[in-house]
Every structure is written in structure tokens, then in C-alpha cells.
């Protein structure tokens, strides 16, 4: 007799249950048996899905990082003026976060204690470098205020950006909601929340 | 024979060494064993200065409570325009965080497990009351957008704020920087980074 279930995972049904648990316990602190128990499956099972817990890692930032970089990549992302293409991938980075929220938190936490962990801090800084490229082409067209330094202005949009991770939480029907928060995201780091400039 | 220090502690050293520790580890992965270890004392020479870990928490967060709480209590902050007041709390809440980086880093990841983060996790919420208060009232003189939520900016504008426990490293010369990041911010959130309003 065995109290485990039957295992009816599939790779994809079975990431979304490991990045739940490195998200509660990080990374670090989740074992295979953590895994275990949170999937209700014996570390057998899971071991004829993936070779190991970095494996889960792997697949779960790949996951995100993915989304990540499909958007820049999207016709509104490489084409026309540059204050627009940051404008739109800021808007659509707001959308990825939301969509692939647990992904997403997984890859802010990563600490680069193993091989996956730099890879993926790699991987983001690559994101981060691109961004900050598209940030520098709107400012030498002069559509980015000059007394700011650009570069610490690119962190604090997205230090505000990867804040959601912190708080947002989907609401049941978040079409409207969603919508608003890309666009208050936005207005408030390009246009500013005062009125009569 | 003894390998550990001698015991030259005050209560305000032991507390940077375990503020260092718990943001290391976490509190809740923190044991008294690891900070007699990192403080290089005995655990019953931590005993001399405090009741417990929970009392280091507890004197911790409340560092970071009171430079918070401080600074909306100063003159620019209660008098005047509520924008110019709201501006003016931002900026020195930034500074707060720079000059506080490790207790305000450990407040913001407080998580509410035990009597002592429930109570902080209730002060910081005061705290954003307060700030949500004063948005609000700049809202009503008509001096933020009407087309963003308020409720929603606030957020977002403090998302921003508190990104800096995860990137700003104090430099050895940071006067300009410091004054330069709590500038950024201002402008970045109120008057937004496009030119040509």
C-alpha cells in the first residue's frame, strides 16, 4: 500500500508544482523530497520526468526568460522611434510579469549558487543590457530627459516593473486590471504623476 | 581554553552582526547557534545583551520603523502643498533606505511568522497608509493625473523606492550618488523620463 497518487504529471503540470515550492522555500532550502510531497508522487516518479531539481530549475527560468526576450523581438520592439520601442516593451514586460507571474518571481530570486542559477543571471543581464541599449537610443534622439543619468533611470523602471512580483496578484477576471496596470506603469515613468507640465 | 572573542559587544555592534545574518540566511533560517558563530561569542554572551532572536528582530525593524515614521513627522512633510510634501517624503524615504540599506532591507522581508513580524508587517502598512493618505490629498488639490488609479501609482512609486534594497550598493564616496538617486527617483515618478511635456 502506498499513500502516493498515481502519477498523471506531465513535465509541464509538474514544473508548475516545483516552482510553487522554490518559490515558498527558495531554491536553496527545496529538496527532492520537498518536491515529493508538494506533488504527492514518489521521487521515483519525478526522477522519470527530470533528472534532478536543477533540471526543474532550468525548465521553470527558461520559462520566463523566454517570454522575456520573445518581446524583443516584436515588430513594435524593433521598429520606429526608439522612446516608443522602450514605451512598448516596458508596457509588454508589465504583461509577461503578470502572465508568468510565478516564473518570473523564481528568476528575480535566483542567487547564482549553481551552473542554472549563473546562467540565468546571465541570461537577465543580457535583458537588462538590451534594455538599457534601447533606453541610451532614446535619449541621444532626445526624447529622454538629459538630468537624469539613464542608467540608474533604467534600473528604477525596472526595479518598479519586477516590484509586481511583490504584490500584484491576479484577480479571477483581471482583463480591465491588467490593462490598467501596464498603463499605469507607463505613464507614470515616462510622463510623471504631476499634472500641468 | 576558548576560541571565541572576548565579548566586546554593545547591544547596538551585536545587532549589525545579526541584521547582516538574518538578511543572509533569513530570520526563520537563522538559528542562535549561527549568529554566536558569525558574532564570534558565545551563545550565552548573546544572552547577556538580548532575550532571544526574536528581541534582535524586534530592535532591528524598529531602526528601520523610526527613520521611516521620522521623516513624516518633519516640517516639509506636514506642511505645505500636499505634491510638494508627497515629493518630499519620497525623497527622504530614499535616503532612509540608503542610510539604513540592512534594517530596512531585513523590514521589507519580514514575513509575519511570529509576533514580531506581524507587528512590523502592521507598522509598514501604517506607514503606506500614511503615504497613500498624502497621495490622495494631492490628488484632491488636482495635482496628480487624473488617468492613473492612485491607489495603484502609490504602489508603484514605492515598488520603485524599495527595488533599491536589491541593487544600490553604497559606494565609499557617495555624497553625489546619493543625492543624484533620490533626485532620479523624483523626477522619474513625478515628472516622468519623456522630454517634452
Redesign the interface.
Known amino acids: 500500500m502506498t499513500t502516493t497518487r498515481r502519477d498523471t504529471y506531465t513535465p509541464e503540470t509538474l514544473l508548475s508544482v516545483a516552482v510553487r515550492v522554490f518559490n515558498e522555500r ?1 531554491y536553496d ?1 527545496t529538496s527532492m523530497e520537498h518536491l515529493s510531497k508538494a506533488a504527492g508522487i514518489s521521487k521515483s516518479s519525478i526522477y522519470h520526468h527530470v533528472a534532478g531539481k536543477e533540471e526543474l530549475l532550468r525548465r521553470a527560468v527558461s520559462r520566463a526568460l523566454d517570454g522575456l526576450f520573445v518581446v524583443l523581438d516584436e515588430p513594435a520592439a524593433t521598429r520606429g522611434r526608439a ?1 516608443e520601442r522602450v514605451e512598448y516593451v516596458t508596457r509588454r514586460t508589465v504583461e509577461v510579469l503578470m502572465d508568468e507571474l510565478p516564473y518570473v518571481t523564481l528568476l528575480l530570486r535566483v542567487r547564482g549558487n549553481t551552473k542554472t542559477e549563473r546562467w540565468a543571471l546571465e541570461r537577465r543581464r543580457e535583458f537588462d543590457q538590451r534594455i538599457a541599449d534601447l533606453m541610451k537610443a532614446a535619449a541621444a534622439d ?8 539613464i542608467r ?2 533604467t ?3 525596472f ?2 516593473v ?3 512580483v ?2 500584484y496578484r491576479p484577480q479571477p477576471a483581471d482583463g480591465a486590471d491588467r490593462q ?2 501596464a ?3 507607463v ?11
Chains 1, 2 share one sequence.
Open positions: 527558495g532550502g522612446i532626445g526624447d529622454l530627459r538629459s538630468d537624469v543619468d540608474l533611470a534600473r528604477l523602471l526595479g518598479m519586477n516590484s509586481l511583490e504584490w490598467q496596470l498603463d499605469t506603469v505613464r507614470l515613468a515616462f510622463d510623471g504623476l504631476r499634472t500641468g507640465h
